[in-house]
């Protein structure tokens, strides 16, 4: 299946999660590696500070994207409840990864299915690509404040350089300031000099020194967090949870910010001026941005019925009252309740609805109510 990746990158030193309060009290249901070593399958539910402080989930960063995955399935409308976070056992995941979670949910079908793997990967992705293209991928972190330290250096002495190695001084002064000055150190005592390339240094030609240097950040390998998910899989549960059936008729409960079509229009029946005023609305929709269907086959019944298979949140009825009140209904898809709007306030009102900041019930709160 496509995959849908996220590698996210944090300081190994510095692991805490700094958004975990967004959601140390969400309730994540897992089943634990040392559970299903026994054969035991249970979901056992804690909240995400708990599974922190337990020491169950070992990564503020890996619980807090599994906490985000959870609420993500809710908003495509796959309930809590049918869902689990099942860890990996050792011999389950890669060879480098700390820890590892799936998520899955549960289908009257086909049982537990993978949707997304959760993964602590340590720095493992990032060492291997520095090794084989030979590209520095640490990252410089700055600190808030210097820290001040004391280290050798290999200080080269140009008055007995110079003479000795004439034209090749520079070779000689370029080699020795990437000498270890320990390693310098060590060499005259054990052997009196010290080897750099082809050039044999002899202690009047150095002096070791300790210098007092700021240094204003360090460079380390980032560690990775990896959600992953399976886009088809996300689109097959989003769908089978969607699909449902009301009085023998089938309706597809999309969430209303990913339904492909937002609103429909309607003439109540096939007469000149009604569709004529309908359609004006339609362009009026359309040229808001909202996805709109025009229909006008059929008794309106059918229409409203077809509407509610493609999972279409909202239908617009143009009637008689309309061409008398410029006004028009507004039906829901889920609970088929209606109410009647002004067509001036219509693209406000849908607007708000389509962004989430008001549901169908404010709205009917609002307006009036068609029985």
């Excluded at 602590?120 to 001040?148: A, N, Q």
């Excluded at 899989?233 to 769908?239: A, F, I, K, Q």
Aim: proline share 4%.
């Amino acid at each position: 299946f496509t995959i849908i990746d996220l590698e996210f990158f944090f300081d190994p030193s510095n692991p805490k999660c700094s958004r975990i309060k967004e959601v140390e009290d969400e309730l994540l249901r897992l089943v634990l590696a040392e559970n299903k070593l026994r054969g035991i399958f249970d979901i056992t539910e804690m909240t995400v500070k708990e599974a922190l402080n337990k020491g169950i989930i070992k990564n503020e960063w890996l619980a807090f994207f599994m906490a985000l995955a959870k609420n993500f399935l809710i908003e495509l409308g796959i309930p809590d409840d049918k869902q689990r976070f099942i860890e990996k056992l050792e011999w389950e995941r890669a060879h480098y990864s700390v820890q590892g979670f799936d998520q899955e949910v549960y289908l009257d079908r086909l049982g537990w299915v993978e949707v997304s793997g959760h993964n602590y990967r340590t720095d493992y992705d990032l060492k291997r690509h520095m090794l084989y293209s030979g590209v520095d991928l640490r990252v410089y972190k700055e600190f808030s404040e210097p820290i001040y330290v004391e280290e050798k250096v290999v200080k080269p002495l140009m008055s007995t350089i110079g003479p000795q190695f004439k034209n090749l001084s520079g070779e000689v002064v370029r080699l020795l300031s990437k000498a270890d000055p320990d390693e310098v150190e060590r060499a005259f005592r054990e052997k009196g000099y010290y080897q750099v390339g082809e050039f044999r240094i002899l202690p009047e030609h150095v002096k070791i020194v300790k210098e007092k240097k700021a240094i204003k950040g360090r460079k380390f390998i980032p560690h990775v967090i990896e959600p992953s998910f399976g886009s088809e899989r996300l689109l097959y549960v989003t769908l089978y949870y969607s699909y449902r059936v009301k009085d023998n008729r089938t309706i597809l409960s999309l969430p209303v910010d990913i339904a492909p079509i937002q609103v429909a229009v309607f003439p109540l029946v096939a007469r000149k001026d009604l569709k004529d005023k309908a359609l004006q609305i339609y362009r009026t929709l359309l040229d808001e941005g909202f996805m709109v269907e025009y229909d006008e086959s059929a008794s309106i019944g059918r229409r409203y019925a077809r509407a509610d298979e493609i999972g279409v949140p909202l239908a617009v009825t143009v009637d008689h009252k309309t061409l008398e009140d410029d006004t028009v209904t507004v039906r829901d898809r889920d609970s088929w309740r209606q109410f009647r709007i002004s067509i001036e306030k219509l693209p406000v009102a849908m607007s708000k609805y389509f962004k989430g900041k008001t549901s169908f019930e404010e709205l009917v709160s609002q307006f009036k109510v068609i029985e």
